[in-house]
């Protein structure tokens, strides 16, 4: 593995001008407004009720759901942009009911921190940001590129666009110059029913856990006297470009963060803020050859959202941002496909040959994909004799299921 410097980073994947992604066109926010989007939502067969067959039994179904219930954390969070009044009445409710909560609560104190030291600061928030519940932590200076143009106010589901709220222009106080980087590493075994909604648990533990870290670590950097801007999932900026540059991972075929330690099979969260830090510099391992040679997740997509060819700035829709040299995936395609017809899929994540757990044997593997390139194929070979990504069937998942805390 070796160290790019920001340049170095650029040339690689910028080829021309960026423009900055209006959170609007986020595959997740189409259907609140995208008519479009809206029909073949409506045209496609649910797959999400209870069926009598495994994997999307009602106890299958409530394990995934229940996992995503750490989201809603981020209603008392009002430490961002354009924060919904309803939410901001919310958390001010809490106060109010409940005097004791305000009488000991520690206020932020009015002093800041001695940051003369940033080298020390920078390791003890990678410290505290672990401790709180991230794998991994980088940070970067927060390129204005990556900041949406747009972000949304009003509550965070139901009804048509025009009740929801209003999409508002976004723009981040020149203070806030740092972003810490996190991400959140995803069960192995979960990701190994690849052809049921099971793997749709650990992704939505992993938002779960980015909701609950985020908000403890914003409220850590306040508490020495600055401020954050919090942004849960994909919220305020572009999640992985944001992560290469904090030196995290780097990009694959499959549209996700590639990273050393456990392939594209984490999420990620973010917090900005204006405590001074020291970036990390992004990487490269190899990623961006063996993808070239492995096309395993383009096979394995059973909506064909994933390209073949090579790399291209040309955007598929409205939801992929030009400019950038990448494999740019048909997120309509794909988010139609994992909300209806094959609810919970992360085919992209459980074949990869990236995905694979952190011990010796995988590791010694990596080192060689990254420093003898030129035998790619031969890896991936490898990745196919020992039978890597054939998914498991979940008829005895709760029997063959030994869960591990992440």
């Given amino acids: 593995m070796k160290k790019l410097t920001l340049d170095q980073w650029q040339n690689k994947y910028i080829v021309g001008p960026i423009k900055r992604f209006d959170q609007k066109h986020i595959m997740q926010n189409r259907p609140t407004w995208d008519p479009e989007i809206q029909t073949l939502m409506k045209n496609q067969s649910s797959n999400r009720e209870n069926r009598n067959e495994p994997g999307f039994q009602q106890q299958d179904q ?34 109010e009911v409940n005097p004791a909560i305000t009488a000991m609560r520690f206020r932020p104190p009015t002093e800041k921190v001695d940051v003369s030291n940033p080298e020390r600061m920078t390791r ?32 965070a589901s139901g009804g048509s666009f025009d ?53 403890y670590l914003s409220a850590f950097i306040r508490y020495l006297g600055f401020k954050t801007i919090d942004c849960t999932t994909n919220d305020i900026a ?18 996700l963060l590639i990273t050393p330690q456990f392939g594209p099979r984490v999420r990620i969260s973010k917090v900005i803020t204006d405590l001074p830090l020291i970036p990390d510099t992004p990487i490269d391992f190899g990623v961006t050859e063996f993808c070239t040679t492995c096309k395993k997740c383009a096979v394995r997509c059973p909506s064909r959202s994933i390209m073949f060819g090579e790399r291209t700035t040309e955007p598929n829709n409205i939801s992929n941002n030009g400019g950038v040299l990448k494999w740019p995936y048909n997120a309509v395609t794909c988010n139609i496909a994992g909300s209806q017809l094959h609810p919970g899929c992360m085919n992209c ?8 757990p952190n011990t010796w044997p995988h590791r010694t593997v990596r080192w060689f994909t990254d420093h003898v ?21 979940p008829d005895n998942f709760w029997e063959e299921w030994q869960p591990r805390r992440l």
């Fill in 349 to 356: 994540v459980s074949v990869c040959p990236y995905n694979k």
């Fill in 62 to 95: 409530a394990l995934r759901m229940a996992s995503r219930h750490g989201t809603k954390m981020v209603l008392l969070n009002t430490h961002r942009p354009n924060t919904p009044e309803a939410i901001k009445k919310i958390a001010a409710t809490i106060e």
């Fill in 238 to 255: 572009l999640s992985i470009p944001m992560a290469m540059q904090a030196g995290l991972g780097d990009l694959g075929r499959n549209g």
């Fill in 373 to 393: 390139r030129r035998a790619d194929s031969l890896y991936v070979k490898m990745d196919d004799l020992f039978g890597y990504g054939k998914p498991r069937k």
């Fill in 163 to 215: 009740s929801l709220g209003k999409w508002l222009p976004l723009e981040i106080p020149e203070e806030f110059q740092y972003a810490v980087v996190m991400c959140y590493e995803e069960d192995y075994d979960l990701l190994e029913y690849s052809d049921s909604p099971i793997p749709g648990t650990t992704s939505s533990m992993g938002y779960s856990r980015m909701a609950v870290t985020n908000n």
């Fill in 124 to 155: 003890d928030v990678k410290k505290v940001a672990r401790y709180l519940g991230a794998d991994l932590v980088g940070v970067c200076r927060l390129d204005e590129r990556f900041v949406y143009s747009h972000t949304y106010e009003g509550p």
